[in-house]
Protein backbone atom coordinates (compact mmCIF):
# COMPACT_ATOMS: atom_id res chain seq x y z
CA UNK A 1 0.00 0.00 0.00
CA UNK A 2 1.70 3.51 -1.50
CA UNK A 3 2.06 6.21 1.12
CA UNK A 4 0.48 9.78 0.11
CA UNK A 5 2.36 12.69 0.25
CA UNK A 6 0.17 14.68 2.69
CA UNK A 7 0.73 11.95 5.39
CA UNK A 8 4.47 12.03 5.26
CA UNK A 9 6.39 13.79 8.37
CA UNK A 10 9.83 15.08 7.60
CA UNK A 11 12.35 12.85 9.69
CA UNK A 12 14.40 15.95 10.02
CA UNK A 13 12.49 18.22 12.85
CA UNK A 14 13.98 17.89 15.87
CA UNK A 15 12.28 14.77 18.25
CA UNK A 16 11.79 16.89 21.37
CA UNK A 17 9.58 19.34 19.33
CA UNK A 18 7.38 16.22 17.82
CA UNK A 19 3.96 15.83 19.36
CA UNK A 20 2.62 11.93 19.78
CA UNK A 21 -0.13 10.53 17.81
CA UNK A 22 -3.47 9.98 19.16
CA UNK A 23 -3.58 5.75 20.12
CA UNK A 24 -5.19 4.41 17.91
CA UNK A 25 -8.37 2.17 18.56
CA UNK A 26 -8.37 -1.49 17.33
CA UNK A 27 -10.82 -0.57 14.57
CA UNK A 28 -8.33 2.26 13.19
CA UNK A 29 -5.61 -0.37 13.27
CA UNK A 30 -7.33 -2.71 11.04
CA UNK A 31 -7.91 0.08 8.57
CA UNK A 32 -6.40 0.98 5.20
CA UNK A 33 -4.87 4.20 7.52
CA UNK A 34 -2.73 1.97 10.09
CA UNK A 35 0.47 2.09 8.41
CA UNK A 36 -0.11 5.90 7.52
CA UNK A 37 -0.84 6.78 11.39
CA UNK A 38 2.22 4.08 12.16
CA UNK A 39 4.67 6.63 10.31
CA UNK A 40 3.81 10.07 12.89
CA UNK A 41 4.98 7.62 15.92
CA UNK A 42 8.80 8.49 15.86
CA UNK A 43 11.28 8.59 18.94
CA UNK A 44 14.44 10.25 19.76
CA UNK A 45 16.89 8.33 22.08
CA UNK A 46 19.73 10.55 23.88
CA UNK A 47 21.98 8.48 26.04
CA UNK A 48 22.92 11.04 28.88
CA UNK A 49 26.44 9.18 29.07
CA UNK A 50 27.60 9.32 26.12
CA UNK A 51 29.79 11.98 26.29
CA UNK A 52 31.56 10.56 29.47
CA UNK A 53 31.54 7.01 28.06
CA UNK A 54 33.04 8.46 24.61
CA UNK A 55 35.93 10.54 26.81
CA UNK A 56 36.37 7.13 28.81
CA UNK A 57 37.38 5.41 25.56
CA UNK A 58 39.48 8.31 24.04
CA UNK A 59 41.48 7.70 27.82
CA UNK A 60 41.79 4.07 27.85
CA UNK A 61 43.65 5.02 24.22
CA UNK A 62 45.50 7.68 25.81
CA UNK A 63 46.73 5.54 28.56
CA UNK A 64 47.41 2.72 25.75
CA UNK A 65 48.96 5.27 23.23
CA UNK A 66 46.94 4.31 21.07
CA UNK A 67 45.67 6.67 18.10
CA UNK A 68 47.97 9.22 19.41
CA UNK A 69 48.85 12.15 16.79
CA UNK A 70 51.02 13.92 18.80
CA UNK A 71 53.55 14.11 21.32
CA UNK A 72 53.86 16.97 23.86
CA UNK A 73 57.49 17.47 25.37
CA UNK A 74 57.80 19.47 28.60
CA UNK A 75 61.51 19.42 29.93
CA UNK A 76 62.18 15.40 30.80
CA UNK A 77 58.19 14.31 29.99
CA UNK A 78 57.12 13.47 26.90
CA UNK A 79 53.07 13.09 26.72
CA UNK A 80 51.67 10.87 23.70
CA UNK A 81 47.95 12.87 23.22
CA UNK A 82 44.89 13.43 20.50
CA UNK A 83 45.14 16.51 19.26
CA UNK A 84 41.24 16.67 18.77
CA UNK A 85 40.93 16.53 22.75
CA UNK A 86 43.28 19.21 23.92
CA UNK A 87 41.78 21.31 20.97
CA UNK A 88 38.32 20.56 22.34
CA UNK A 89 39.81 21.56 25.92
CA UNK A 90 41.94 24.10 25.50
CA UNK A 91 41.90 27.50 23.17
CA UNK A 92 45.48 27.30 23.42
CA UNK A 93 45.79 24.07 21.67
CA UNK A 94 42.74 24.97 19.18
CA UNK A 95 44.59 28.06 18.03
CA UNK A 96 47.74 25.38 17.57
CA UNK A 97 46.36 22.85 16.25
CA UNK A 98 43.94 24.58 13.61
CA UNK A 99 46.49 27.20 12.18
CA UNK A 100 48.74 27.21 9.71
CA UNK A 101 51.57 26.89 12.54
CA UNK A 102 54.26 24.35 12.15
CA UNK A 103 52.76 22.67 15.06
CA UNK A 104 49.73 22.03 13.35
CA UNK A 105 51.47 19.19 11.52
CA UNK A 106 54.14 18.55 13.80
CA UNK A 107 54.05 14.74 15.27
CA UNK A 108 55.79 16.00 18.24
CA UNK A 109 55.56 19.56 19.81
CA UNK A 110 57.80 21.11 22.00
CA UNK A 111 56.85 23.15 24.98
CA UNK A 112 59.33 25.20 26.49
CA UNK A 113 59.10 26.69 30.08
CA UNK A 114 56.53 24.58 31.11
CA UNK A 115 56.82 22.13 33.84
CA UNK A 116 56.24 18.28 32.87
CA UNK A 117 53.99 17.79 35.50
CA UNK A 118 51.90 20.08 35.86
CA UNK A 119 51.02 19.59 31.84
CA UNK A 120 50.62 15.79 32.11
CA UNK A 121 48.20 16.68 35.00
CA UNK A 122 46.08 18.97 32.70
CA UNK A 123 46.72 16.66 29.75
CA UNK A 124 44.59 14.27 31.91
CA UNK A 125 42.62 17.07 32.73
CA UNK A 126 41.23 17.24 29.20
CA UNK A 127 40.00 13.55 29.09
CA UNK A 128 38.35 13.50 32.53
CA UNK A 129 37.34 16.98 33.76
CA UNK A 130 38.73 16.36 36.65
CA UNK A 131 41.95 17.52 39.01
CA UNK A 132 43.37 17.00 42.19
CA UNK A 133 44.99 20.27 43.83
CA UNK A 134 47.51 20.23 46.38
CA UNK A 135 49.22 22.58 48.18
CA UNK A 136 52.35 22.33 46.92
CA UNK A 137 51.62 22.43 43.47
CA UNK A 138 48.87 24.29 43.04
CA UNK A 139 50.83 27.72 41.89
CA UNK A 140 52.48 25.71 39.08
CA UNK A 141 49.28 24.40 38.51
CA UNK A 142 47.84 27.48 38.03
CA UNK A 143 50.41 29.00 35.51
CA UNK A 144 50.42 26.52 33.10
CA UNK A 145 46.58 26.31 33.38
CA UNK A 146 46.90 29.79 32.49
CA UNK A 147 49.26 29.33 29.65
CA UNK A 148 46.96 26.77 28.14
CA UNK A 149 43.49 29.01 28.74
CA UNK A 150 41.92 26.25 30.91
CA UNK A 151 39.65 28.60 32.60
CA UNK A 152 38.16 26.27 34.67
CA UNK A 153 41.17 25.01 36.36
CA UNK A 154 42.12 28.37 36.73
CA UNK A 155 39.10 29.43 38.69
CA UNK A 156 39.50 26.37 40.81
CA UNK A 157 42.87 27.05 41.73
CA UNK A 158 42.13 30.06 42.53
CA UNK A 159 39.38 29.35 44.51
CA UNK A 160 41.65 26.71 46.53
CA UNK A 161 44.69 29.63 46.83
CA UNK A 162 41.88 32.19 48.57
CA UNK A 163 41.02 29.36 51.10
CA UNK A 164 44.62 29.03 52.24
CA UNK A 165 44.92 32.19 52.39
CA UNK A 166 47.25 33.02 56.03
CA UNK A 167 48.87 36.39 57.27
CA UNK A 168 52.15 34.44 56.13
CA UNK A 169 51.39 33.96 53.02
CA UNK A 170 48.82 36.08 51.93
CA UNK A 171 51.61 39.13 50.73
CA UNK A 172 53.40 36.00 48.37
CA UNK A 173 49.64 34.88 47.05
CA UNK A 174 48.72 38.91 46.61
CA UNK A 175 51.96 39.00 44.29
CA UNK A 176 51.49 35.74 42.39
CA UNK A 177 47.84 36.87 41.68
CA UNK A 178 48.87 39.96 39.85
CA UNK A 179 51.84 38.33 38.08
CA UNK A 180 49.09 35.30 36.21
CA UNK A 181 46.29 38.29 36.04
CA UNK A 182 44.30 36.63 38.35
CA UNK A 183 42.11 39.23 39.85
CA UNK A 184 39.15 37.91 41.60
CA UNK A 185 42.79 36.18 43.11
CA UNK A 186 44.62 39.25 43.66
CA UNK A 187 41.29 41.27 45.28
CA UNK A 188 40.82 38.26 47.22
CA UNK A 189 44.62 38.52 48.64
CA UNK A 190 44.49 42.13 48.97
CA UNK A 191 41.51 42.26 50.66
CA UNK A 192 42.74 39.48 53.18
CA UNK A 193 46.42 41.44 53.87
CA UNK A 194 44.62 44.65 54.63
CA UNK A 195 42.01 43.12 56.99
CA UNK A 196 44.94 41.37 58.62
CA UNK A 197 47.90 43.69 58.82
CA UNK A 198 48.21 43.66 62.05
CA UNK A 199 49.58 39.89 61.74
CA UNK A 200 50.93 40.78 58.30
CA UNK A 201 53.39 42.95 59.25
CA UNK A 202 55.09 40.36 62.05
CA UNK A 203 55.56 37.83 59.59
CA UNK A 204 58.43 36.84 57.11
CA UNK A 205 57.30 38.20 54.19
CA UNK A 206 56.38 41.89 54.90
CA UNK A 207 60.13 42.14 55.75
CA UNK A 208 61.29 41.01 52.34
CA UNK A 209 58.94 43.08 50.59
CA UNK A 210 60.55 45.21 47.56
CA UNK A 211 60.12 48.97 48.69
CA UNK A 212 57.60 49.68 45.57
CA UNK A 213 55.43 47.04 47.22
CA UNK A 214 55.71 48.36 51.02
CA UNK A 215 54.39 52.02 49.24
CA UNK A 216 51.30 50.70 47.70
CA UNK A 217 50.21 48.81 50.57
CA UNK A 218 51.11 51.95 53.01
CA UNK A 219 49.03 54.21 50.35
CA UNK A 220 45.97 52.10 50.85
CA UNK A 221 43.27 53.55 53.01
CA UNK A 222 41.93 50.00 53.76
CA UNK A 223 44.56 49.15 56.27
CA UNK A 224 42.92 47.71 59.19
CA UNK A 225 44.81 49.50 61.96
CA UNK A 226 43.77 51.02 65.36
CA UNK A 227 45.75 54.29 64.60
CA UNK A 228 48.61 55.39 62.35
CA UNK A 229 50.83 54.80 64.98
CA UNK A 230 51.09 50.81 63.90
CA UNK A 231 51.45 52.01 60.47
CA UNK A 232 55.16 54.10 61.53
CA UNK A 233 56.42 51.25 63.51
CA UNK A 234 55.98 48.48 60.92
CA UNK A 235 57.75 51.14 58.30
CA UNK A 236 60.79 50.78 60.64
CA UNK A 237 60.62 47.23 61.35
CA UNK A 238 60.74 47.04 57.99
CA UNK A 239 63.51 49.56 57.68
CA UNK A 240 65.84 47.94 60.01
CA UNK A 241 65.63 44.57 58.85
CA UNK A 242 68.02 45.68 55.83
CA UNK A 243 68.99 49.42 57.02
CA UNK A 244 71.97 49.55 54.70
CA UNK A 245 70.04 49.14 51.47
CA UNK A 246 67.26 50.58 52.74
CA UNK A 247 67.80 54.29 53.84
CA UNK A 248 67.58 55.80 50.21
CA UNK A 249 64.00 55.04 50.05
CA UNK A 250 63.39 56.20 54.06
CA UNK A 251 61.74 59.60 52.98
CA UNK A 252 59.48 58.61 50.10
CA UNK A 253 57.71 55.57 51.96
CA UNK A 254 58.25 58.08 55.75
CA UNK A 255 55.72 60.51 53.01
CA UNK A 256 52.95 57.35 52.70
CA UNK A 257 52.30 57.69 56.69
CA UNK A 258 49.88 59.89 57.81
CA UNK A 259 52.41 62.03 59.86
CA UNK A 260 49.82 64.81 60.44
CA UNK A 261 47.15 62.79 62.46
CA UNK A 262 50.18 61.06 64.82
CA UNK A 263 50.00 63.27 68.14
CA UNK A 264 52.51 65.82 68.93
CA UNK A 265 54.29 64.07 71.71
CA UNK A 266 54.88 60.87 69.00
CA UNK A 267 56.37 62.71 66.45
CA UNK A 268 58.54 64.34 68.88
CA UNK A 269 59.28 61.02 71.15
CA UNK A 270 59.73 58.68 67.62
CA UNK A 271 60.47 60.46 64.81
CA UNK A 272 61.49 63.95 65.40
CA UNK A 273 65.00 63.10 67.00
CA UNK A 274 65.03 58.86 65.68
CA UNK A 275 68.43 58.59 63.89
CA UNK A 276 66.64 56.76 60.85
CA UNK A 277 65.37 60.46 59.91
CA UNK A 278 67.12 63.05 61.56
CA UNK A 279 69.32 63.46 59.53
CA UNK A 280 66.78 63.39 56.03
CA UNK A 281 66.17 66.66 55.28
CA UNK A 282 62.29 65.56 53.17
CA UNK A 283 61.55 63.45 56.17
CA UNK A 284 62.67 66.78 58.24
CA UNK A 285 60.10 68.59 56.73
CA UNK A 286 57.54 65.78 56.28
CA UNK A 287 57.96 66.68 60.66
CA UNK A 288 57.61 70.03 60.70
CA UNK A 289 54.32 69.78 58.49
CA UNK A 290 53.13 67.53 60.62
CA UNK A 291 53.97 69.72 63.56
CA UNK A 292 52.15 73.06 61.95
CA UNK A 293 49.27 71.35 61.03
CA UNK A 294 48.45 70.54 65.82
CA UNK A 295 50.34 74.58 66.20
CA UNK A 296 47.78 76.25 63.85
CA UNK A 297 44.43 73.95 63.95
CA UNK A 298 42.67 77.17 62.30
CA UNK A 299 44.77 77.01 59.34
CA UNK A 300 43.78 73.12 58.94
CA UNK A 301 41.64 73.88 56.19
CA UNK A 302 44.36 75.50 53.96
CA UNK A 303 46.64 72.25 55.04
CA UNK A 304 44.70 69.33 53.91
CA UNK A 305 46.68 66.48 51.78
CA UNK A 306 46.57 62.52 51.72
CA UNK A 307 48.56 62.79 54.90
CA UNK A 308 45.68 64.71 56.70
CA UNK A 309 43.41 61.54 55.24
CA UNK A 310 42.45 59.23 57.82
CA UNK A 311 42.70 56.15 56.94
CA UNK A 312 38.96 53.99 56.91
CA UNK A 313 40.28 51.59 60.01
CA UNK A 314 41.33 54.89 62.24
CA UNK A 315 38.50 57.39 62.34
CA UNK A 316 36.46 54.87 65.26
CA UNK A 317 32.98 53.92 64.26
CA UNK A 318 29.51 56.09 64.10
CA UNK A 319 26.57 55.12 66.22
CA UNK A 320 22.75 55.39 65.19
CA UNK A 321 20.97 55.47 68.46
CA UNK A 322 17.27 55.59 68.77
CA UNK A 323 15.01 57.99 67.14
CA UNK A 324 11.23 57.34 65.44
CA UNK A 325 10.69 54.79 62.88
CA UNK A 326 7.92 53.03 61.80
CA UNK A 327 6.70 51.50 64.54
CA UNK A 328 6.65 54.46 66.75
CA UNK A 329 9.97 54.24 68.16
CA UNK A 330 13.53 52.80 67.51
CA UNK A 331 15.47 50.90 70.70
CA UNK A 332 18.16 49.75 68.71
CA UNK A 333 22.03 51.37 68.45
CA UNK A 334 23.42 50.23 64.90
CA UNK A 335 27.03 50.63 64.58
CA UNK A 336 28.74 51.58 60.76
CA UNK A 337 31.98 50.72 59.75
CA UNK A 338 33.69 52.68 57.04
CA UNK A 339 36.51 50.21 55.78
CA UNK A 340 33.72 47.72 54.76
CA UNK A 341 30.96 50.42 54.43
CA UNK A 342 28.77 48.37 56.61
CA UNK A 343 25.91 48.87 59.21
CA UNK A 344 25.27 46.40 62.04
CA UNK A 345 22.85 46.34 64.97
CA UNK A 346 25.41 45.89 68.17
CA UNK A 347 22.97 47.00 71.38
CA UNK A 348 19.70 48.18 72.44
CA UNK A 349 19.04 50.77 74.71
CA UNK A 350 16.91 50.03 77.80
CA UNK A 351 13.70 51.77 77.33
CA UNK A 352 11.96 53.67 74.46
CA UNK A 353 13.05 57.39 73.95
CA UNK A 354 11.99 59.89 71.87
CA UNK A 355 13.80 63.29 70.74
CA UNK A 356 16.79 62.89 73.35
CA UNK A 357 20.42 63.88 73.25
CA UNK A 358 23.53 61.51 72.73
CA UNK A 359 27.00 62.23 73.89
CA UNK A 360 30.74 60.47 74.10
CA UNK A 361 32.17 60.52 77.38
CA UNK A 362 35.31 58.19 77.99
CA UNK A 363 34.23 55.96 75.27
CA UNK A 364 30.99 55.64 76.70
CA UNK A 365 27.01 56.69 75.24
CA UNK A 366 25.69 58.75 77.74
CA UNK A 367 22.15 59.21 76.98
CA UNK A 368 20.25 62.37 77.98
CA UNK A 369 16.41 62.90 78.44
CA UNK A 370 14.16 62.85 75.82
CA UNK A 371 10.02 61.37 75.93
CA UNK A 372 9.24 57.70 76.27
CA UNK A 373 5.71 58.23 74.37
CA UNK A 374 3.94 59.70 77.76
CA UNK A 375 5.81 61.66 79.43
CA UNK A 376 8.94 63.97 79.03
CA UNK A 377 12.15 62.80 80.97
CA UNK A 378 15.15 63.72 82.83
CA UNK A 379 16.54 60.85 83.31
CA UNK A 380 20.28 59.73 82.05
CA UNK A 381 22.08 56.84 81.27
CA UNK A 382 25.09 55.28 80.28
CA UNK A 383 26.37 52.60 78.15
CA UNK A 384 29.70 50.88 77.97
CA UNK A 385 30.87 49.39 75.53
CA UNK A 386 33.69 47.45 76.62
CA UNK A 387 31.15 45.80 79.34
CA UNK A 388 28.01 46.14 76.97
CA UNK A 389 26.13 46.89 80.41
CA UNK A 390 23.42 50.03 80.92
CA UNK A 391 23.91 52.00 84.18
CA UNK A 392 22.06 55.04 85.23
CA UNK A 393 23.53 58.51 86.40
CA UNK A 394 21.92 61.15 88.87
CA UNK A 395 19.32 63.02 86.33
CA UNK A 396 19.15 66.78 85.85
CA UNK A 397 17.14 68.98 87.38
CA UNK A 398 14.74 69.70 84.13
CA UNK A 399 12.65 67.08 82.38
CA UNK A 400 13.54 67.84 78.28
CA UNK A 401 12.68 66.03 74.97
CA UNK A 402 13.76 68.02 71.90
CA UNK A 403 17.12 69.31 73.40
CA UNK A 404 20.79 69.16 72.17
CA UNK A 405 23.81 67.60 73.54
CA UNK A 406 27.39 68.58 73.33
CA UNK A 407 30.73 68.02 75.18
CA UNK A 408 33.16 70.97 75.68
CA UNK A 409 36.23 70.99 77.37
CA UNK A 410 35.55 67.88 79.39
CA UNK A 411 31.67 68.22 80.44
CA UNK A 412 28.68 67.54 78.58
CA UNK A 413 26.02 70.32 78.24
CA UNK A 414 22.39 69.88 77.92
CA UNK A 415 20.67 72.44 75.75
CA UNK A 416 16.93 73.64 75.30
CA UNK A 417 14.33 71.49 74.18
CA UNK A 418 10.47 71.11 75.89
CA UNK A 419 9.60 70.32 79.85
CA UNK A 420 6.24 68.59 78.37
CA UNK A 421 4.39 72.01 78.88
CA UNK A 422 6.54 74.73 77.84
CA UNK A 423 9.59 75.91 75.20
CA UNK A 424 13.00 75.63 77.04
CA UNK A 425 15.98 78.09 76.61
CA UNK A 426 17.34 76.65 80.13
CA UNK A 427 20.82 75.18 79.90
CA UNK A 428 22.92 72.29 82.27
CA UNK A 429 25.88 71.34 82.48
CA UNK A 430 27.05 67.52 83.69
CA UNK A 431 30.55 67.48 85.38
CA UNK A 432 31.65 64.01 84.61
CA UNK A 433 34.49 64.55 87.70
CA UNK A 434 32.10 65.74 90.19
CA UNK A 435 29.09 63.73 89.07
CA UNK A 436 26.62 66.61 88.88
CA UNK A 437 24.28 68.69 87.24
CA UNK A 438 23.86 72.38 87.32
CA UNK A 439 22.35 75.34 85.58
CA UNK A 440 25.15 77.49 83.06
CA UNK A 441 23.75 80.85 81.77
CA UNK A 442 20.26 80.29 79.52
CA UNK A 443 20.32 81.17 76.16
CA UNK A 444 18.56 84.00 74.91
CA UNK A 445 15.75 82.10 72.95
CA UNK A 446 13.43 79.20 73.98
CA UNK A 447 14.83 76.87 71.49
CA UNK A 448 13.29 73.01 71.14
CA UNK A 449 14.66 70.46 68.43
CA UNK A 450 17.26 72.63 68.13
CA UNK A 451 21.15 72.17 66.45
CA UNK A 452 23.70 71.91 69.26
CA UNK A 453 27.26 71.78 68.23
CA UNK A 454 31.26 72.30 69.29
CA UNK A 455 33.24 74.54 67.41
CA UNK A 456 36.31 76.45 68.57
CA UNK A 457 35.78 75.96 72.02
CA UNK A 458 32.41 77.28 71.89
CA UNK A 459 28.92 75.62 72.12
CA UNK A 460 26.59 76.45 69.08
CA UNK A 461 22.46 76.57 69.77
CA UNK A 462 21.24 76.56 65.80
CA UNK A 463 18.02 77.10 64.90
CA UNK A 464 14.97 75.07 66.20
CA UNK A 465 11.25 75.95 67.42
CA UNK A 466 10.30 78.61 70.36
CA UNK A 467 6.89 77.31 69.73
CA UNK A 468 5.53 80.14 67.90
CA UNK A 469 7.88 79.44 64.67
CA UNK A 470 10.85 77.95 63.63
CA UNK A 471 14.04 79.72 64.18
CA UNK A 472 16.76 80.79 61.75
CA UNK A 473 18.75 82.46 64.51
CA UNK A 474 22.16 80.96 65.87
CA UNK A 475 23.97 81.70 69.48
CA UNK A 476 27.22 80.43 70.75
CA UNK A 477 28.39 79.96 74.60
CA UNK A 478 31.52 80.38 75.86
CA UNK A 479 32.11 78.31 79.16
CA UNK A 480 35.08 81.09 80.27
CA UNK A 481 32.48 83.73 80.42
CA UNK A 482 29.21 82.08 81.05
CA UNK A 483 27.69 83.63 78.42
CA UNK A 484 25.81 83.46 75.15
CA UNK A 485 26.37 85.68 72.32
CA UNK A 486 24.21 85.67 68.56
CA UNK A 487 25.71 84.71 65.89
CA UNK A 488 24.80 85.91 62.22
CA UNK A 489 21.20 83.93 61.30
CA UNK A 490 20.91 81.54 58.55
CA UNK A 491 19.08 82.28 55.48
CA UNK A 492 16.11 80.00 56.40
CA UNK A 493 14.60 79.39 59.41
CA UNK A 494 15.17 75.57 60.49
CA UNK A 495 13.17 73.69 62.80
CA UNK A 496 14.79 69.53 63.09
CA UNK A 497 17.62 70.92 61.96
CA UNK A 498 21.13 68.61 61.57
CA UNK A 499 24.19 70.07 62.43
CA UNK A 500 28.25 69.17 62.38
CA UNK A 501 31.31 70.47 62.18
CA UNK A 502 34.07 69.84 59.71
CA UNK A 503 37.70 72.02 58.65
CA UNK A 504 36.57 75.08 61.16
CA UNK A 505 33.63 75.32 59.65
CA UNK A 506 29.65 74.73 60.85
CA UNK A 507 27.35 72.50 58.79
CA UNK A 508 23.47 73.23 59.31
CA UNK A 509 21.45 70.18 57.12
CA UNK A 510 18.01 69.83 56.14
CA UNK A 511 15.21 70.58 58.76
CA UNK A 512 11.48 72.14 57.57
CA UNK A 513 9.86 75.28 58.46
CA UNK A 514 6.38 74.17 59.12
CA UNK A 515 3.99 75.27 61.55
CA UNK A 516 2.34 72.84 64.19
CA UNK A 517 -0.70 73.23 62.33
CA UNK A 518 1.15 71.60 58.97
CA UNK A 519 3.28 68.68 60.10
CA UNK A 520 3.62 67.62 56.52
CA UNK A 521 4.72 70.62 54.68
CA UNK A 522 8.08 69.64 52.51
CA UNK A 523 11.55 69.32 54.44
CA UNK A 524 14.83 71.01 53.25
CA UNK A 525 17.49 69.39 51.34
CA UNK A 526 19.65 72.51 51.60
CA UNK A 527 22.91 72.76 53.51
CA UNK A 528 24.35 76.07 54.81
CA UNK A 529 28.42 77.05 56.15
CA UNK A 530 28.61 79.38 58.89
CA UNK A 531 32.27 80.60 59.14
CA UNK A 532 33.08 81.93 62.73
CA UNK A 533 36.00 83.87 61.42
CA UNK A 534 33.86 86.19 58.63
CA UNK A 535 30.48 85.58 60.86
CA UNK A 536 28.87 84.50 57.65
CA UNK A 537 26.56 81.73 56.38
CA UNK A 538 27.40 80.67 52.81
CA UNK A 539 25.01 77.89 51.34
CA UNK A 540 27.02 74.54 49.85
CA UNK A 541 26.16 71.36 47.65
CA UNK A 542 22.20 70.52 48.69
CA UNK A 543 21.85 66.57 50.37
CA UNK A 544 20.24 64.22 47.66
CA UNK A 545 16.88 64.42 49.65
CA UNK A 546 15.20 66.60 51.67
CA UNK A 547 14.80 65.98 55.36
CA UNK A 548 14.50 66.65 58.93
CA UNK A 549 15.33 64.85 62.13
CA UNK A 550 18.82 64.15 60.26
CA UNK A 551 21.31 62.65 62.51
CA UNK A 552 25.01 64.46 61.28
CA UNK A 553 28.46 63.76 62.85
CA UNK A 554 32.04 63.94 60.92
CA UNK A 555 33.42 60.61 60.36
CA UNK A 556 36.85 60.54 59.27
CA UNK A 557 37.16 63.81 57.02
CA UNK A 558 33.32 63.37 55.69
CA UNK A 559 30.24 64.76 57.83
CA UNK A 560 27.51 61.92 57.90
CA UNK A 561 24.08 62.27 57.21
CA UNK A 562 22.48 59.95 58.42
CA UNK A 563 18.34 59.13 58.17
CA UNK A 564 15.70 61.59 58.68
CA UNK A 565 12.22 62.13 58.02
CA UNK A 566 11.12 63.46 54.49
CA UNK A 567 7.36 64.03 55.05
CA UNK A 568 6.46 60.72 54.38
CA UNK A 569 8.53 58.14 55.62
CA UNK A 570 11.61 57.34 58.02
CA UNK A 571 14.52 57.07 56.12
CA UNK A 572 17.13 54.36 55.58
CA UNK A 573 19.61 57.02 53.75
CA UNK A 574 22.91 57.89 54.55
CA UNK A 575 24.99 60.30 53.03
CA UNK A 576 28.24 61.38 53.29
CA UNK A 577 29.93 65.09 52.39
CA UNK A 578 33.32 65.79 51.04
CA UNK A 579 34.19 69.35 51.79
CA UNK A 580 36.71 68.83 49.30
CA UNK A 581 34.67 68.68 46.40
CA UNK A 582 31.74 69.67 47.74
CA UNK A 583 29.79 67.48 47.18
CA UNK A 584 26.88 64.13 48.80
CA UNK A 585 27.29 60.74 47.87
CA UNK A 586 25.55 58.31 49.28
CA UNK A 587 26.95 55.21 51.63
CA UNK A 588 25.40 51.83 52.71
CA UNK A 589 21.79 52.76 54.03
CA UNK A 590 20.73 51.81 58.01
CA UNK A 591 19.27 48.63 58.48
CA UNK A 592 16.18 50.33 60.14
CA UNK A 593 14.79 53.48 58.64
CA UNK A 594 14.58 56.30 61.61
CA UNK A 595 14.73 60.20 62.18
CA UNK A 596 15.52 61.87 65.34
CA UNK A 597 18.23 59.45 65.60
CA UNK A 598 21.46 60.66 67.80
CA UNK A 599 24.64 60.08 65.79
CA UNK A 600 28.03 60.25 67.35
CA UNK A 601 31.39 58.66 66.54
CA UNK A 602 33.29 56.63 69.17
CA UNK A 603 37.23 56.71 68.85
CA UNK A 604 39.78 54.06 68.29
CA UNK A 605 42.01 54.14 71.45
CA UNK A 606 45.08 56.52 71.05
CA UNK A 607 47.58 53.87 72.75
CA UNK A 608 49.58 51.84 70.42
Not at 361 to 382: A, F, I
Request: glycine share 8%; with cysteine.
Amino acid sequence: MSISSRDRKSTSEDCDSRQESPTMSSQEAGSGHSLSSLATQEECFRSSRHAEMSLGRMEAYLTKNQLTDVTLVAGSRRIPAHRLVLSAASGYFAAMFTSDLREASQSEVMLRDVDGDALWTLVHYCYTGSIELHEETVETLLATACLFQLTEVVDACCAFLTKQLHPSNCIGIRSFADFQGCMDLLASAHSYTTEHFMEVIRNQEFLLLAADEVAKLLASDDLNVPNEEFIFHALVSWIKHDEGNRKKDVSRLLSLVRLPLLSPAFLADFIETSPLFREDRACQELVMEALKYHLLPERRPMLQSPRTRPRKSTVGALYAVGGMDAHKGSISIEKYDLRTNCWSTVAKMSGRRLQFGVAVLDDRLYVVGGRDGLKTLNSVECYDMKSQAWTSLPPMSTHRHGLGVGVLEGPLYAVGGHDGWSYLNTVERWDPQARQWSYVAPMSMQRSTVGVAVLNGKLYAVGGRDGSACLCTVECYDPHTNRWSPCASMSRRRGGVGVGVINGYLYALGGHDAPASNPSASRFDCVERYDPKTDAWTKVACMGVGRDGVGVSLLGDRLFAVGGYDGQQYLRLVEAYDAQSNDWHQVAPLNTGRAGACVVVVKNSSTC
